[in-house]
């Protein structure tokens, strides 16, 4: 009967699809069915877990996945559809991961030219600090865990960090210069280009 097959359904892909797969050496995901199949006539749904957490520590996510639903169409063979809790689970995975800490500096980027005379320029305490321009580090930090909101045709990013400048002195020991507390919010918008998914950025504020 119908049911039956439902249920050997069911039975044949928990069997294969209850699974953590790693995404990268930071996050894992957990694409674990949460319910049985639903079979209908022209298509069938798997609803899957979808859930990310960091990479060893499989841990309770801080969200509650919402239902959702997917458009109407029959014009593809295979839709896929990703919620907004497999992305704020990312964001907590990642940034318990310490991803959204990174130091940029010289030797890290071959484009990066940046030293005190810059900075002198705007705040007059480093002038008076280094007279000789010494290159500068930077580091960055997420003080909080990045929001991620879905729209239309895009998501947004609301992100909470801070950054410090330090000279690099001739020893190659560090100075601190200062810090400053950084609030941004950004626009992400995917499009398939030349077989490859491609994301274009654009900061909002």
């Known amino acids: 009967s119908f049911c039956v097959f439902c249920n050997?359904?069911?039975l044949a892909l928990s069997t294969t699809l209850t699974a953590?797969?790693?995404v990268d050496d930071l996050a894992e995901v957990d694409y674990s069915l949460n319910s049985l199949p639903a079979v209908f006539q022209p298509f069938i749904d798997l609803d899957l877990k979808g859930m990310v957490f960091?990479?060893?520590n499989?841990?309770?996510s801080p969200y509650t996945a919402a239902p959702?639903?997917?458009p109407d169409q029959s014009d593809s063979m295979l839709y896929l559809a990703f919620s907004e809790y497999f992305f704020q689970t990312s964001s907590f995975a990642y940034?318990?991961?310490g991803a959204f800490n990174m130091t940029i500096a010289e030797e890290t980027c071959s484009y990066y030219n940046i030293n005190t005379e810059i900075f002198g320029s705007i705040i007059p305490e480093v002038a008076k600090y280094s007279v000789t321009p010494y290159p500068v580090m930077l580091k960055?930090?997420?003080t909080e865990?990045?929001?991620i909101s879905l729209e239309q045709d895009s998501f947004t990013v609301d992100i909470q960090g801070s950054m410090e400048v330090l000279a690099v002195l001739p020893d190659s020991t560090t100075q601190s210069l200062f810090t400053m507390n950084i609030a941004a919010n950004t626009s992400i918008s995917l499009n398939i280009f030349d077989q490859k998914l491609m994301g274009s950025l654009c900061l909002n504020r």
């Open 8 to 10: 050997i359904l069911y």
């Open 20 to 22: 953590i797969m790693p």
């Open 54 to 56: 960091p990479a060893g």
């Open 58 to 60: 499989y841990t309770g």
């Open 68 to 70: 959702f639903t997917i």
């Open 95 to 97: 940034y318990t991961a």
């Open 140 to 142: 960055l930090m997420a």
């Open 145 to 147: 865990i990045p929001i």
